[in-house]
């Protein structure tokens, strides 16, 4: 960003990144036989799960937003994409590496880039008619 980090957007990122290891700690506990094999498929822990996507999902596009509220940074922007979807390539080939019969085909660094494209011709829209397209 051109003007600065914003504290509370880096304190909300490394928050969900925490809830994030959590939630994974969670999974691999049930994973090896330390905790129940279904409660990853908890309610608590699906909600959990689902709001660390959430968290996530929102952070990037107010980051996107903030980027970008000047004017489009085209190189700033394809570098950013460049790097998560090269993060999103490595997890789905790590994970197909150790899972091949359950990868991670599309998880939310893949949502997170292909939102990004999405979301560009938004970005400059009047918020009336993004709102509307999204609804």
Same mark, same amino acid.
């Given at each position: 960003?051109?003007?600065?980090?914003?504290?509370?957007?880096?304190?909300?990122?490394?928050?969900?990144?925490?809830?994030?290891?959590?939630?994974?700690?969670?999974?691999?506990?049930?994973?090896?036989?330390?905790?129940? @094999?279904?409660?990853?498929?908890?309610?608590?822990?699906?909600?959990?799960?689902?709001?660390?996507?959430?968290?996530?999902? +929102?952070?990037?596009?107010?980051?996107?937003?903030? @980027?970008?509220?000047?004017?489009?940074?085209?190189?700033?922007?394809?570098?950013?994409?460049?790097?998560?979807?090269? @993060?999103?390539?490595?997890?789905?080939?790590?994970?197909?590496?150790?899972?091949?019969?359950?990868?991670?085909? +599309?998880?939310?660094?893949?949502?997170?880039?292909?939102?990004?494209?999405? @979301?560009?011709?938004?970005?400059?829209?009047?918020?009336?008619?993004?709102?509307?397209?999204?609804?």
């Amino acid at each position: 960003m051109s003007q600065g980090r914003w504290w509370a957007l880096d304190a909300a990122r490394g928050l969900a990144v925490l809830a994030m290891v959590v939630f994974h700690v969670i999974w691999d506990l049930a994973h090896f036989g330390y905790a129940p @094999a279904t409660l990853p498929w908890s309610a608590p822990v699906k909600i959990f799960g689902h709001s660390i996507a959430f968290a996530f999902l +929102f952070i990037a596009g107010v980051a996107l937003v903030l @980027a970008n509220r000047d004017s489009m940074r085209w190189p700033a922007f394809w570098r950013r994409l460049a790097l998560i979807a090269a @993060a999103a390539a490595l997890v789905t080939a790590g994970t197909y590496a150790l899972f091949p019969t359950s990868y991670v085909f +599309f998880g939310i660094l893949h949502c997170i880039a292909v939102a990004s494209l999405i @979301a560009v011709p938004f970005l400059f829209a009047p918020w009336p008619a993004a709102f509307a397209c999204g609804a």
